[in-house]
């Protein structure tokens, strides 16, 4: 794997985190105040809600200074963020992309064909990290969801309109210095690029198709139908070597690839719980291969 740059972040850019309550700190007990203060309860798979968490820098009740922040726990355990070496280096990944944060507001692109697990990677993502989330499926327009419900895949036309408004999304959230997670199938490398940008990285959770299929032939009450599958696949350009990414292996299981993506973001600067909910066990051992 190339060498990554290690996230800097200034102190001006460091003091609107705080103030965000988000886990920007070099200081490991503010960073601690940070993840508690950002800490929110776990968020449920759309198929079990069946809706999505939206929330934008200014409107999120996260988003905004607390009256009455509570006391700071204790004890809490954290992995600092740490400069790669070849001894640290997380196991190879499928794509052998260099992932790089260069000095911006991270934002994850959770990507994938649909039944891939892209909502419950991101969600534990945004749970752990405290980033705000947006479920790219609900900023589709109408008339895709409807297409889709249908059993019609999309075309790029189809696609563009929603790439832009993810496109904005991130675009706020980097403006306000605020770190965020998005789910985005983000089939083509030309959505890909609509999306790309300093900090953004995307994270691929990919492999055995067979899994895919049986996860979304399993599924219930989600618009789309595991005929559309095919053309997910068909759709679907692998990520490229100059492509700031991070692919998971499908058949972990959430908590396994949950740790395996906070494994990355540490070697890459970003500070992430040592303990995460929901990842216990595996964040320090070593991944399945990818
Ligand atoms: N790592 C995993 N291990 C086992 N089951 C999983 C895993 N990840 C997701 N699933 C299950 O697979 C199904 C698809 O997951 P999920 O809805 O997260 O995928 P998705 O990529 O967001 O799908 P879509 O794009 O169609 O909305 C769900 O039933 C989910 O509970
Ligand atoms: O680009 C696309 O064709 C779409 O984004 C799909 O991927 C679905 O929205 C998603 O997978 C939900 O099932």
């Known amino acids: ?66 009256a009455a922040a509570p006391p700071p726990r ?43 697990g892209k909502s419950t990677l991101a969600s534990g993502l945004s749970t752990t990290l405290g980033w705000d989330f947006l479920e790219g499926d609900e900023v589709h327009p109408a008339a895709n969801v409807a297409k889709m419900a249908a059993g019609t895949p999309l075309t790029d036309e189809d696609r563009w309109p929603w790439l832009r408004s993810i496109r904005r999304w991130i675009d706020e959230h980097q403006a306000a210095g605020t770190p965020g997670v998005v789910t985005c199938s983000s089939l083509k490398r030309s959505y890909r690029d609509v999306l790309a940008a300093n900090g953004v990285v995307f994270v691929h959770p990919t492999g055995d198709e067979r899994i895919i299929a049986t996860r979304m032939a399993a599924r219930t009450g989600h618009y789309m139908p595991a005929s559309l599958l095919a053309s997910q696949l068909a759709t679907l350009e692998p990520l490229q070597p100059d492509e700031n990414a991070i692919a998971v292996d499908v058949s972990l299981s959430p908590a396994e690839q949950l740790a395996f993506t906070l494994d990355h973001l540490a070697a890459h600067g970003v500070a992430v719980p040592l303990d995460p909910e929901g990842a216990s066990g595996t964040a320090s051992g070593t991944p399945a291969a990818v």
């Open 74 to 116: 204790t004890g809490r355990r954290l992995r600092p963020p740490v400069t790669p070496t070849p001894a640290n280096e997380p196991a190879p990944r499928r794509t052998g992309t260099p992932m790089s944060l260069h000095s911006s507001t991270p934002v994850l692109i959770v990507m994938g064909v649909s039944g891939s």
């Open 1 to 66: 794997m190339a060498s990554a740059a290690t996230l800097t972040v200034s102190p001006a850019v460091a003091a609107r985190s705080l103030r965000r309550r988000t886990p920007w700190s070099t200081s490991v007990e503010e960073y601690v105040r940070c993840i508690d203060e950002t800490r929110t309860p776990a968020r449920q798979t759309k198929e079990a809600h069946g809706h999505h968490h939206h929330r934008r820098p200014g409107r999120s009740p996260d988003a905004r200074p607390r």
